[in-house]
């Protein structure tokens, strides 16, 4: 049983099936749907979805992002040292991509409008409390149900995700305009204030603001997002970015104040498990939860297929991945705190490596 059909459930259940495991994803929405615009996948993730057989689909779906960051004023920076390899990644949306995850997996294999309160472990196997007063039962519950993970709630107590304060995104998909449709934009500019916009699909652009210590909000969501990208765009630098905002409709707009999961004592119990955002759900500002969820995935695979005692693969598979996040926290926390486009690019770039020199072979 895999709690949520998000990104990161829907790659557990397809990869689990695809190596002879029935699986059943629970989705307490009414329908399969994409929390945010588009989301960005490093050569780590892709990899997973290539063993899925899936990968040459998802390529063809998104736009092959090669990033450079900029300073308010528009100054190109990239880290010294540092090549395209460390900068490239994939830019999809992610409505399409999950619509083709859920298909992956098998709709028949998807339960929506499956609110779950609870579970039970037993010796045998784990019960799954559903609010309509249904109980079903399984070897295993995989929760993959974001930062406000239920699941989470149960397996660890008092690990509510907790606000990241005064850290806010503005986001929104819009059709390709005027702007340069080829080009990457990723400007660190003043206040705290980071955001640019890139085409992730042939005909539409993924425009994106966040600040920390952002202060108080009044206005329109329009008119908030607008405020923080002037922070962006010195002497006629980023108008393209302005522009998008102030022509995407108010109801397209997506704002949230950022959460964030306290680091966690432990992801797993004898038969339940913690992937993705409802294990180590962090600050979008490093651009890899997803791919760092879907990496998850992957070990979690590979630990139940080296290891038949499932108790003894989910402590292999905690402590590989618990491990590896004690530096990726380290990573997030350097970027976010960067001062100007220089040393952010330079946090940037390091991280990026890192994650890609060292993911796991699965």
Do not use: C
Request: charge should be negative; charged fraction near 20%.
């Amino acid at each position: 049983m895999i709690v949520g059909g998000g990104l990161v459930g829907l790659t557990a259940a397809a990869s689990l099936k695809r190596i002879g495991h029935e699986v059943v994803v629970l989705e307490q929405a009414p329908r399969i749907r994409a929390v945010g615009a588009g989301i960005g996948l490093w050569a780590n993730a892709l990899r997973e979805f290539d063993h899925l057989g899936i990968g040459t689909a998802i390529r063809d779906m998104g736009i092959e992002q090669n990033t450079w960051f900029f300073s308010p004023a528009g100054d190109p920076v990239r880290a010294p040292g540092y090549t395209d390899s460390d900068h490239r990644f994939l830019l999809v949306p992610r409505p399409e991509l999950n619509s083709l995850l859920a298909d992956t997996v098998g709709r028949d294999r998807i339960r929506l409008g499956a609110h779950v309160t609870g579970y039970t472990e037993t010796g045998s196997d784990v019960a799954v409390h559903l609010a309509n007063g249904e109980v079903l039962r399984a070897d295993l519950l995989i929760g993959a149900d974001g930062v406000h993970s239920s699941v989470r709630k149960q397996l660890v107590p008092g690990s509510d995700a907790v606000t990241h304060s005064g850290h806010y995104a503005w986001r929104a998909i819009v059709p390709i305009g005027n702007q340069n449709s080829e080009t990457t934009v990723l400007t660190v500019g003043h206040h705290r204030t980071r955001g640019g916009y890139a085409r992730v699909a042939r005909d539409r652009t993924m425009w994106m603001v966040n600040q920390f210590d952002a202060g108080p909000l009044t206005g329109s969501k329009r008119e908030r997002a607008l405020e923080r990208a002037r922070n962006l765009a010195e002497t006629g630098w980023n108008d393209d970015l302005l522009s998008l905002i102030a022509q995407t409709p108010e109801e397209l707009i997506l704002e949230n104040q950022v959460m964030l999961v306290p680091e966690l004592p432990r992801w797993t119990s004898a038969r339940v498990a913690l992937v993705g955002d409802a294990a180590h759900g962090l600050s979008p500002h490093i651009a890899s939860g997803g791919t760092l969820g879907i990496e998850d995935v992957g070990v979690l695979r590979s630990s139940l297929t080296a290891e038949a005692d499932l108790e003894k693969a989910l402590t292999a598979y905690e402590h590989a991945r618990s491990a590896r996040f004690d530096t990726v926290r380290e990573h997030s926390v350097a970027v976010e705190h960067a001062g100007d486009a220089a040393e952010f690019a330079q946090h940037y770039a390091a991280f990026s490596r890192w994650m890609l020199t060292t993911a796991p072979a699965t």
